[in-house]
Nanobody
Framework: VQLQAFGGGLVQTGGSLSLSCAAS????????MGWFRQTPGKEREFVAGISASGISSYYADSVKGRFTISRDNAKKMVYLQMNSLKPEDTALYYC??????????????????WGQGTLVTVSS
């Protein structure tokens, strides 16, 4: 599975942004997917995840209620809708895929496929 994330940009505090991740490969619908983010000097952190079927989703406490992850298996796409953005949401956001159908752990080493990052900057 190859992944390409896009949709990042500059937004003001309180604004919204939608990230997309396009996947290639015939088995996309068999993989749980996730979004991570990273800032300089910090470890990559889990943001949101979704099971292969799309039925189950998971969120970091810091984004719960503000971000929504979704997927369209027919289009091989994963989305991250980000609302009520804060300056601390500024980061490089990565799309990731797991070999498993469900999210068993939210650490980066539990994801096997990575796209390039897309930068989100939230101005105060």
């Amino acid at each position: 599975v190859q992944l390409q994330a896009f949709g990042g940009g500059l937004v003001q505090t309180g604004g919204s942004l939608s990230l997309s991740c396009a996947a290639s490969g015939r088995t996309f619908s068999e993989h749980a997917m996730g979004w991570f983010r990273q800032t300089p000097g910090k470890e990559r952190e889990f943001v949101a995840g979704i099971s292969a079927s799309g039925i189950s989703s998971y969120y970091a406490d810091s984004v719960k209620g503000r971000f929504t992850i979704s997927r369209d298996n027919a289009k091989k796409m994963v989305y991250l809708q980000m609302n009520s953005l804060k300056p601390e949401d500024t980061a490089l956001y990565y799309c990731a895929g797991s070999q498993l159908r469900t999210i068993v752990a939210v650490t980066p080493n539990n994801f096997d496929y990575w796209g390039q990052g897309t930068l989100v900057t939230v101005s105060s």
